[in-house]
């Protein structure tokens, strides 16, 4: 997560404030909800408020617009601990909780305020929508062939692994905080039959296959499907089986594709563009447009409402688009994956063959 997005829980709250406030609020006999039944393991309702305003509110809010530069940062965690302080009080004041809940009013996901109501559906809101998801509904095949490294060694030394039972396909998803972070098993549920279906790797269900001495698994080919439809509700958690290609008995090759060989960034793209034709350019009208630019990354974000423009009036509503950037340094594969690549996939973008 980049700096400009950091959520203000984890810039900075007034934790001693807080705290403080939150073992005064305990002794508070009167009219507390606490004295209407015994809570087992209760939670300070001002410790509550703090840690869902600051989930909600970006630490950006209270960074002044003026001054040195080298201050503002003092100057924000100065500002937040104010508020923050006047909203953490017990039973609170409600025209600071007023202005609170205009602060959350004002976060924006995808250049819109939030839509829903409800604190949970806010949170969540925030998590799967926007420039920066940090949830995803969707999975690509390839991102779980990554994930599992199937087809690679998990050691130096190792045999690669070849097969892997779908539970552990799940479990990697949900038992690990590396991104992609998935609402759902039903998004690998997905991934797994469109992954059977684009020939990316098989499936089977039963007891786990042995693998042969030859590098096959032990498995009947009418058994395993792969390189046809595979509806989703035939993927089961608890039977299922993944299996490289290369590792199916008698697996057909054509038309399999493996993993991570198409459509990756580090690869150069020649997008094609149709010339125009000899007789065919009308004086009045352009019927082909090429541009070439170098942009920042502020200009590019400036930039391509006119290329959106350019699509709205182009053939099928598209544009062809080539990308190049370069570092002396290299960019760090994980980097690229998580910041560039699944962006990209979750744009569900057309990627040309070099």
């Not at 202005?99 to 109501?117: M, N, P, S, W």
């Not at 559906?121 to 095949?141: A, C, N, Q």
């Not at 997008?271 to 009308?282: A, F, L, N, R, S």
Request: aromatic share 6%.
């Amino acid at each position: 997560m980049s700096n400009d997005d950091r959520r203000l829980i984890e810039d900075y709250l007034p934790i001693q404030a807080i705290s403080a406030e939150a073992s005064r609020e305990k002794s508070v006999r009167k009219g507390h909800i606490s004295t209407l039944h015994l809570w087992w393991a209760r939670r300070p309702l001002v410790a509550c408020r703090a840690a869902v305003y600051g989930a909600l509110v970006p630490a950006s809010r209270f960074r002044p617009l003026n001054g040195p530069e080298e201050k503002r940062d003092s100057l924000t965690r100065a500002n937040a601990a104010k508020f923050v302080e006047r909203l953490c009080k017990y039973p609170g004041d409600p025209n600071v909780i007023a202005e609170a809940e205009r602060h959350i009013e004002k976060v924006e996901v995808g250049g819109r305020l939030l839509q829903a109501t409800g604190i949970h559906e806010r949170v969540m809101e925030l998590l799967t929508e926007g420039g920066i998801k940090r949830v995803h509904g969707t999975l690509k095949p390839r991102k779980l062939v990554e994930r599992l490294k199937i087809g690679e060694s998990l050691a130096p030394g190792e045999p690669p692994r070849l097969g892997i039972p779908t539970s552990d396909g799940l479990e990697a998803f949900f038992r690990d905080i590396e991104p992609p972070r998935l609402e759902s098993a039903a998004a690998v549920r997905k991934a797994i039959a469109d992954g059977v279906t684009e020939g990316i790797f098989g499936y089977t269900s039963g007891p786990i296959p042995a693998l042969g001495a030859d590098g096959k698994f032990q498995v009947s080919r009418d058994k395993v499907a792969i390189g046809r439809p595979l509806a989703e509700d035939e993927v089961d958690f608890d039977s299922g089986f993944l299996m490289m290609p290369s590792a199916i008995a008698d697996a057909p090759t054509s038309g399999i594709e493996q993993p991570g060989t198409a459509g990756r960034l580090g690869d150069e793209t020649k997008p094609t563009v149709e010339e125009p034709k000899p007789g065919m350019q009308d004086a009045q009208q352009q019927r082909v447009v090429r541009l070439r630019f170098r942009a920042t990354r502020d200009q590019v974000f400036k930039a391509f409402p006119a290329v959106a423009n350019l699509a709205d009036k182009s053939d099928s509503g598209k544009v062809t688009i080539e990308v190049e950037a370069t570092a002396e340094t290299g960019f760090d594969r994980t980097w690229l994956r998580n910041a560039v690549e699944e962006p990209l996939d979750e744009a569900d973008v057309e990627k040309e063959e070099p």
